[in-house]
């Protein structure tokens, strides 16, 4: 089958950008592009990341990047397995590099106790399924100080003692990405969601969260299908949270 020259999905490389997902979602609006297509920037003015939340990057010395998907095979109420397979990409991707790496609920990528990675993926619906997503990034790569006030970054290069290039470890996601992708279309959810469930920071015993009633101790039950996370108290009692709802207490 031959391709055509518009099916082949774009890398747009911008030198800066308020928001890579902000970029993506202009890009839709004016056009339609294929699956895969991909915008990075070295620069954000304005990074985003779950409610609200903002991204510090060094310009040139991370990878910020947006990558669109149509998943239109997927129910809006499995939608989390698409952050689920992109914060194990991740995870792999930077297990070739270092270990005690670990995915903080919903797709937060830490070592140790410091954050190394966040996402901010918004889906579009059609109906009852997902239209399009795009995933957008930050992993801090090379990036040796940090001066905002995020209580725990770190960068691949600050645990490892050495820089990276941030173009094998941009290829390195891809092909990991899109073989956990391959996974999601071959319906292998059950194995997926295992692999994630083990991947959890704090996922082997009891730890401190807070709610908005105040602090408690409390274990990892599970991670149900919609994203919402079951926290089990040391008296038995389950407590179920949706993103925002809980904060996990590092440390």
Known sequence: MQMNKEDVPPIIRLDETDST?????????ERTLPEGSLVVADFQTAGKG???????????????????LRPDF????????????????????????????RVKWPNDVYWKDRKIC??????DLTGAYL?????????NVNQQCFRSDAPNPVSLAQITGQPHDREKVLQ?????????YIRLLQEDEAAIRQTYREALYHGDGYYRYADKAGTFEASIEEVE?????????????????????????IG
Request: cysteine-free; charged content about 20%; proline content about 2%.
């Open 118 to 123: 966040g996402m901010l993926i918004e889906n």
């Open 172 to 180: 390195r996601f891809l092909r990991t990405f899109f073989a956990y």
């Open 21 to 29: 997902n902000r970029y993506m979602q202009q890009l839709l609006a």
């Open 50 to 68: 779950q409610v609200g939340n903002s991204w510090e990057a060094e310009r040139g010395a991370n990878l910020l990047f947006s990558l669109l």
């Open 225 to 249: 299908p919609t994203g919402h996370i079951l926290l089990r108290l040391r008296d038995g009692e389950i407590r179920r949270y949706a993103f925002k709802e809980v904060t996990t207490l």
């Open 131 to 139: 239209h399009t997503s795009v995933i957008g990034i930050g992993l």
């Open 74 to 101: 997927l129910p809006a109420n499995r939608q989390f397995l698409i952050s689920q397979i992109a914060s194990l990409s991740v995870k792999e991707t930077l297990e070739t590099y270092t270990d005690s790496i």
